[in-house]
């Protein structure tokens, strides 16, 4: 049996820098922002799963997601 195609160096290169780029977006939110968002935005929990885990209201965790995917783009922009 062969081994799988491998990528160009150059690809594994740019899917690191931008893993780490995204680690460090991610940084900049705070702990209960970036909990919120990765457990809705990335693991697809809705806010009531978000809510239950975090220990804030639905509300409180739609408030904090919006938040910080503005604040993601805004500093993707810049």
Do not use: W
């Not at 062969?2 to 460090?24: C, H, I, Q, Y």
């Not at 990335?42 to 904090?64: H, M, Q």
């Amino acid at each position: 049996m062969s081994d799988p195609p491998t990528k160009p160096d150059g690809m594994n290169e740019r899917a690191d820098d931008v893993s780490v780029a995204f680690l460090m977006l991610l940084e900049r939110l705070s702990p209960e922002a970036r909990a919120a968002f990765l457990l809705h935005e990335i693991f697809g929990a809705d806010y009531r799963e978000v809510a239950a885990v975090i220990g804030k209201s639905e509300a409180e965790c739609r408030r904090l997601v919006i938040h910080a995917r503005a604040q993601l783009r805004d500093e993707r922009l810049r």
